[in-house]
Structures are given as structure tokens and as C-alpha cells.
T-cell receptor, first 114, second 117 residues
């Protein structure tokens, strides 16, 4: 059983560009959450997708947007990149209504903005 | 709002010694609590979780944690450290109301565990 997968592994962009990160959830999971982990920090919640809609959002600007597809996979889009967007972006999947909605994390995408 | 405080950004122990990583939480509703481990350049791996059943929770790799409501704590312990335990550990909280949190996690700042021979 494949766990949560993310692509790409690493990405380098320049300021002002746009980026798309991808996530495939663990088999049987229907909910995808995205987190940003800056260097030396704990992960910060960006948003969560369920039934192809954004269900909950953290304190991130509108430059951060996402999408969930019918197969439950998800994309995170960031527009007008800033140097401060450099971070590890983690995707987590869960089953809504499952035990504590426990989230399982992928390996992350390391984004560097120059 | 929920929050998590991990006391000690760095903890260093000798191989074979007790590991104790501290976590205190703040939540207005009964919490679910989690410990995750992160190895260098990797994602987060779930170690254990508390979901209002037994207050002493056993996890993988010999770790366990005890939920103490009166102290709002959920400290992580392991009786004997191995070199392979060296990693960063994160405590996280979500609320148990389900319908409003949908499992959103609030993390602490992390504790880096170093194990020396």
C-alpha cells in the first residue's frame, strides 16, 4: 500500500514566479491537508481539501490556492513567489470521520525561491 | 485557539539513557494529541496518538506518552535511547470536536534529539 506521495521532490524558482506542487493521498483517504515548514520551525497549516472543496484555511494569503481532484489527489499553487516562501511543503492525507482524523504525511517538496 | 509548547529545542542524551521530550498544550475542548518524528530531509512519521482512550499511549520504536489533563501535558518518553532515535520530534494537537477542526493540526516548534555514544 503506497503511502502519501508528493512531487516534485525539490524545486527552485525565482521571485515573482508561480509554482504548482502535487500530492497523492494514501489509499482509502479522502482528505488532503497542506502545511508549510520553514527552516527550524514546526509545520504551519495552509488549508485542507475535502470533496473537492477547501474546507478550512490557515493564516496564509490568497497567493496560496489549491485544488482537489475527483481521485482525491491535490495541488498547491503559489503565485507571485516571495523569498519567504522558501520552505518544505508537506502534504498530509486522512479519512474524514476516521480515528481522530489522523493525518499521514508525505516526504515533502523542498521549494527554494531565489 | 489551540497551541503547543515544546520545552527544550535541543535535548542530548547518551545511548541507553532515558529519553524525555516535553510537550504542553492549550485547548478549549478535549484534545487529540500526537507525536511525530522527522528525520533529516524527510516528512513526518506518526509515532503515537492520544484520542481520549487510555491515558498512557504506546507507539512505535519503543516510545510512549502519558496524557495528564491536570498538567495539560503529553510528554514523550523512551526508556533506553538508540543512536537511530536521533531526529526532530514534533508534538501536535487537534481538537476532538471533529466537525470544526477536521483534524487540523497545530504543531509545536520541535525538539531536536541528539544521541551520543
Amino acid at each position: 500500500d503506497a503511502g502519501v506521495t508528493q512531487s516534485p521532490t525539490h524545486l527552485i524558482k525565482t521571485r515573482g514566479q508561480q509554482v504548482t506542487l502535487r500530492c497523492s493521498p494514501k489509499s482509502g483517504h479522502d482528505t488532503v491537508s497542506w502545511y508549510q515548514q520553514a527552516l527550524g520551525q514546526g509545520p504551519q497549516f495552509i488549508f485542507q481539501y475535502y470533496e473537492e472543496e477547501e474546507r478550512q484555511r490557515g493564516n496564509f494569503p490568497d497567493r496560496f490556492s489549491g485544488h482537489q481532484f475527483p481521485n482525491y489527489s491535490s495541488e498547491l499553487n503559489v503565485n507571485a513567489l516571495l523569498l519567504g516562501d522558501s520552505a518544505l511543503y508537506l502534504c498530509a492525507s486522512s479519512h474524514t470521520g476516521g480515528p481522530a482524523d489522523t493525518q499521514y504525511f508525505g516526504p515533502g517538496t523542498r521549494l527554494t525561491v531565489l | 485557539a489551540q497551541s503547543v509548547t515544546q520545552l527544550g529545542s535541543h535535548v542530548s542524551v547518551s545511548e541507553g539513557a532515558l529519553v524525555l521530550l516535553r510537550c504542553n498544550y492549550s485547548s478549549s475542548v478535549p484534545p487529540y494529541l500526537f507525536w511525530y518524528v522527522q528525520y533529516p530531509n524527510q516528512g513526518l512519521q506518526l509515532l503515537l496518538k492520544y484520542t481520549s482512550a487510555a491515558t498512557l499511549v504506546k507507539g512505535i520504536n519503543g516510545f510512549e506518552a502519558e496524557f495528564k489533563k491536570s498538567e495539560t501535558s503529553f510528554h514523550l518518553t523512551k526508556p533506553s535511547a538508540h543512536m537511530s532515535d536521533a531526529a526532530e520530534y514534533f508534538c501536535a494537537v487537534s481538537d476532538s470536536s471533529g466537525g470544526t477542526s477536521y483534524g487540523k493540526l497545530t504543531f509545536g516548534q520541535g525538539t531536536i534529539l541528539t544521541v551520543h555514544p
